[in-house]
């Protein structure tokens, strides 16, 4: 389900359009339709759409610039994937989302949220500025298609 309702296929379109264009295909970090659509069936698995002007929700007609995807479990919750389109990067926007699910993992009564990303990924830089802090280092667990190791940081952020 999305923040604000059931999952429909458009929006699992809309995620998909991003997707596909958002990562970079040698970390093997982007899911598949079905991975996402599996996901969203689930208890617990939601999603945040915005659009170019910084809107979460979007209008039903209008494509996503950006999605997140969450999955709860009790009073802690796990960003899975977060991702803006190449051309609307650097605007703000993925920190406009990430605002937005803060504010509806705290209103929901989350206190801690938390995620595994690559070692080298800018993300990072992101997540710092929202008070997030790394809490464990997996050396080498992510492969990249040319047989490179990468490092995963475990990053919480504590929500009061
Ligand atoms: C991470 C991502 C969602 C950021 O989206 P975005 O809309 O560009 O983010 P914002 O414009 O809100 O950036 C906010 C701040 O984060 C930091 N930041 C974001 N991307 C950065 C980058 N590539 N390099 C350095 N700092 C960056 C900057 O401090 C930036 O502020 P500034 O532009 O005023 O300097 C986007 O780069 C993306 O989709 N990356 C590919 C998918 C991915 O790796 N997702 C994260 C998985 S853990």
New binding site residues.
């Given amino acids: 389900m999305s923040e604000f309702g059931p999952t429909t296929d458009d929006d699992v379109d809309r995620i998909m359009e991003v997707m596909v264009r958002?990562?970079a295909p040698e970390y093997g970090?982007a899911w598949n339709r079905r991975q996402v659509a599996d996901s969203l069936i689930l208890g617990g698995t939601r999603y945040y759409l915005i659009d170019t002007e910084g809107n979460v929700p979007i209008s039903a007609d209008q494509a996503a610039a950006?999605f997140a995807l969450t999955r709860g479990l009790f009073d802690e919750e796990e960003l899975l994937?977060?991702?803006?389109a190449p051309e609307?990067?650097?605007?703000?926007?993925?920190?406009?989302l990430l605002t937005n699910v803060i504010a509806d993992a705290k209103a929901r009564g989350i206190r801690r949220l938390f995620?595994e990303?690559r070692k080298d990924?800018?993300?990072g830089?992101?997540y710092i500025?929202y008070g997030f802090r790394t809490i464990g280092v997996r050396p080498g667990y992510y492969r990249t298609t040319s047989g490179d190791r990468i490092d995963a940081l475990s990053q919480e952020l504590l929500i009061d």
């Avoid at 994937?81 to 803006?84: I, R």
């Fill in positions: 958002a990562f970090e950006g994937l977060f991702a803006v609307h990067r650097r605007k703000g926007l993925g920190a406009s995620l990303m990924n800018p993300a830089l992101l500025s």
